[in-house]
């Protein structure tokens, strides 16, 4: 089993749509979880961490359950400038794993 | 502030040479990783260091050699380069693994490498 799993896609959505990433984590031991956006053939970007309070940013949402090890996003009123891919990351034990990331186009 | 700053930006290599990929920071980062990622792929973890003198194996380290004899440089180095290889290589930094901004990765713009 895959350290770091998510959601396979592509998700094709509408602008103006809601869209939600899952991302599931094997290691019980894993202590900080992150979402970073990565746009086509550049390095991946910090979106923003993730609490297990739950955190915002504006149209960003992310959840942490770490009993259930699972990690989500949602994306509210999305928009063209969204399209990337989305890659789900764990630290455990100063080893930052990444899932292998869900790739997401908004369609005008 | 140059931030993460990896040299070359492209590559080709033939089967069996040998070549190293430089990594430079000038955020006084404690941590450094090498990624690899392939076509279509997430980032699988080679190599990482949290300090001078201190490196360990990530999820794909044979056929990679690392050193950090510096805070500032983390070279990778490949010996017998093989297709498998083939792919564009990260390398990143953080400050710390805990507190305020802990783990948070700057990454340099990757190395393309193909290995014909």
């Known amino acids: 089993r895959k350290e770091v799993e998510q959601d396979p896609g592509p998700f094709n959505v509408p602008e103006g749509a809601t869209v939600a990433f899952n991302c599931t984590y094997s290691?019980?031991?894993?202590?900080?979880f992150f979402w970073y956006r990565q746009d086509c053939r550049k390095e991946p970007k910090l979106l923003m961490s993730v609490y297990s309070s739950g955190n915002e940013d504006g149209r960003f949402t992310a959840q942490l359950n770490r009993a259930s090890q699972y990690i989500s996003l949602l994306i509210r009123d999305s928009k063209l400038s969204d399209s990337a891919t989305y890659l789900c990351?764990?630290?455990?034990?100063?080893?930052?794993?990444f899932g292998k990331g869900t790739r997401l186009h908004i369609l005008p | 502030n140059a931030g993460v700053t990896q040299t070359p930006k492209f590559r080709i290599l033939k089967i069996g040479q040998s070549m190293t990929l430089q990594c430079a920071q000038d955020m006084n980062h404690n941590y450094m990783y090498w990624y690899r990622q392939d076509p279509g792929m997430g980032l699988k973890l080679i190599y990482y260091s949290v300090g001078a003198g201190i490196t360990d194996k990530g999820e794909v380290p044979n056929g990679y050699n690392v050193s950090r004899s510096t805070t500032e440089y983390f070279p990778l180095r490949l010996e017998l380069a093989a297709p498998s290889q083939t792919s564009v290589y990260f390398c990143a930094s953080s400050y710390s693994t805990s507190g305020p901004g802990a783990n948070v990765l700057t990454f340099g713009a990757g190395s393309r490498l193909t290995v014909l």
């Open positions: 990351v764990v630290n455990r034990d100063d080893k930052i794993i």
């Open positions: 290691n019980s031991a894993s202590q900080s």
